[in-house]
């Protein structure tokens, strides 16, 4: 059996690295091979197709050529470039890792496992993402593809959003990694799952191992990976107000950064009333206190009761409505000593130079239109 197993493991491992070496996208961090650049790519990518982080790549590395520039960076010049990607805790880890790969690694990302854990935001895949592709160490890789790939190529039944079903896989990603080309392998892994093995209607008459696919073979392909159970999406309804103030062609607007503790940390936003997992009605938002503690922030408001614009928006655990909503004023009253003002005022020329929620730019484009 043990023959077996190895004997397979060793024709996997050679179709492989073949179809790679032919059919491999040409990606720009695959052709200047830097442990920066995978770190980049690597963490755009980790919830972003190709197509869509390939921008983003470009972008980053315009901006932050090196890890110095990018530990030199401010939060703000970060997440204004990472806007649009989501999941925006990563483009701050990003940022706080290149800072310790400054200072405590001499600018030069670490080669060991237990160096590399010291990274925030760098976990187990990226890990040894890193030091497979960069640096062409004997170490697997398991993302989404990987899971696939390995459930559908040996029938496996583990549920891969369990502990215990995740350390079959990095079990077995290790037994068959190519110890002599870890890098092309485990990227051969990725490629196969992103080109082939996709998550409906797998492309098996292109599968350079279509022949050694148990998944295949039993016609349960589609069916794997499995897993144990979905995750609960709760609605969440979003009530934002584009305030206007001064007169038009000379408009500056309130907008304020958002805090730690929930989605978009960081990013800046205009004032909002929730309504949680109910949406408010005309009554309840006009009667909401936070409406009337804006409202009286402002010289001579004038609220506009028509929605100006509409959208939803899908997070992995959470489903967005947000209404915007128009105030035109005069302008601000000025806090007393005892009162902090949360908001900053801004041009509305000068809104592109803030990071804001892709949800909210959708709405205020739809406004402008």
Partial sequence: ??????SLYRTLRERLGAWYDREARDLPWRRDVSAYHVLLSE??????????????????????????????????????LWQGLGYYSRGRNLRRAAQIIVSDFGGELPRTLEELSRLPGVGPY???????????????????????????????????????????????ADELLDREHPSRHNQALIELGALCCTPRSPHCPECPVQQQCEGYRRGIAETLPIKQGKTRVRPRYMYYFLVRLGEAGTTSRLLRRRGAGDIWQGLYELPLIEGGEEPLSEEALLAHPHLAQLLGQLRAPRLHLQPRATAKHRLSHQQLYAQLYLIEAEGLIPPTEEEQQPWILIPEAEQERYALPVLLTRLLEEAED
Avoid: C
């Avoid at 470009?58 to 997440?79: C, G, I, K, M, N």
């Fill in 43 to 80: 963490v755009i990518l980790q919830q972003t197709r190709v197509d869509q982080g390939m921008s983003y790549y470009h972008r980053f590395t315009e901006a932050f050529p090196t890890v110095y520039d990018l530990a030199a960076a401010s939060e703000d010049e970060v997440l204004l």
């Fill in 126 to 172: 990226t890990r040894g993402a890193i030091l497979s592709f960069a640096y062409n160490l004997p170490f697997p890789t398991v993302d989404g593809n990987v899971y696939r790939v390995l459930s559908r190529l040996f029938a496996l039944s583990d549920p891969i959003d369990t502990g215990a079903g995740q350390r079959v896989y990095w079990q077995l």
């Fill in 1 to 6: 059996m043990k023959t077996s197993a190895s």
